[in-house]
């Protein structure tokens, strides 16, 4: 499908040019993992709020250094929430530590807002957590053997070896950074800073999140001990898993922010129906 329309200087013409993107398959697992990923979060922050703080070490104990802490203490003019990183402390009342319930201020980590359910309740946090983690873990593993069965990872996520040089990367990053995007056939594929950051995201971050989260497993360090010896204890894992889904939350505001600015309708549409329009220029008859 194309479109003619006159250009400003009226000596170019722009074509609307609307291509495929993106497979089924492909979106169906992407809108799943936006799910999985969503109820993983606001459980996972329930489960954080039964002991708010993250230490480095085995045991979690007075004698390993704690490494964040969210609270809250009585103060000047009532309950005062707090977070404390390292040896930094914060005021955070009203968000974290301590939030309005009922319009009473009261002790949690985490808003009710924030976490699934929204009232405390560890138990029930850890079955939502849990059921969507393996759900994610399975679309994930499934999302890997399409990948390379349907050469989804060499033809659209590889970068190739012109796009890995200095000048060219520098090239995108301040493109990124005046928001100026591609045109063209440039837009038909994925940059080189999308590339890459697919690539770090599928290939170390997701698999470091379910390895930590498998090592706070008691039943399955007993199974992989080698696992509390990789990240250092139980706690140390506790807190990589931690720092790691607040990296994944940064990429997913990152990736919304590009898709918003870079033309909402049309990045919605092509993970909804596939279809992704270009506009190419042509010269004018």
């Known amino acids: 499908m194309t479109e003619q329309q006159p250009s400003r200087d009226n000596q170019r013409a722009t074509r609307a040019v609307v291509i495929r993107r993106h497979s089924l398959v492909t979106r169906l697992m992407h809108w799943l993992n936006v799910l999985c990923l969503s109820l993983l979060l606001l459980s996972g922050l329930q489960i954080f709020n039964a002991h708010p ?17 969210i609270g ?4 000047e003019g009532g309950l005062r929430g707090f977070l404390r990183l390292g040896s930094a402390t914060f005021s955070t009342t009203g968000v974290l530590g301590a939030s309005k319930v ?5 002790p949690r980590a985490f808003p009710a807002w924030a976490t699934m359910p929204s009232f405390q309740d560890l138990a029930q946090g850890r ?3 849990f059921f969507f983690a393996w759900l994610f873990v399975i679309n994930g593993l499934a999302y890997v053997v399409y990948g390379f069965l349907s050469g989804h990872f060499r033809r659209d996520l590889a ?10 990367l520098w ?10 995007f591609p045109e063209g056939d440039a837009a038909r594929t994925y940059n080189a800073l999308q590339k890459l950051t697919y690539l770090l995201v599928i290939g170390v971050l997701l698999p470091l999140m379910v390895l930590t989260g498998l090592t ?3 039943g399955v360090d007993a199974a992989v001990p080698v696992l509390l010896d990789l990240f250092g204890g139980r706690q140390s894992a506790r807190t990589i898993h931690f720092i790691a889904a607040s990296l ?15 033309g909402p309708w049309n990045n919605m549409r092509s993970m909804i129906t596939g279809r992704y329009a270009i506009r190419e220029r042509t010269s004018a008859e």
């Open 53 to 69: 703080a993250l230490y480095w070490g085995q045991y979690g104990a007075d004698g390993d250094p704690t490494f964040l802490t």
């Open 72 to 75: 809250s203490a009585e103060g």
């Open 102 to 106: 009922d319009g009473a201020l009261t």
């Open 127 to 129: 079955r939502w957590h």
């Open 159 to 168: 970068p190739k070896r012109a796009q890995l040089s200095a000048r060219h």
């Open 171 to 180: 090239h995108e990053i301040v493109d990124h950074a005046r928001l100026r």
């Open 216 to 218: 706070m497993s008691p």
């Open 248 to 262: 994944l939350v940064a990429f997913v505001l990152v990736h919304v922010a590009m898709v918003v600015l870079s």
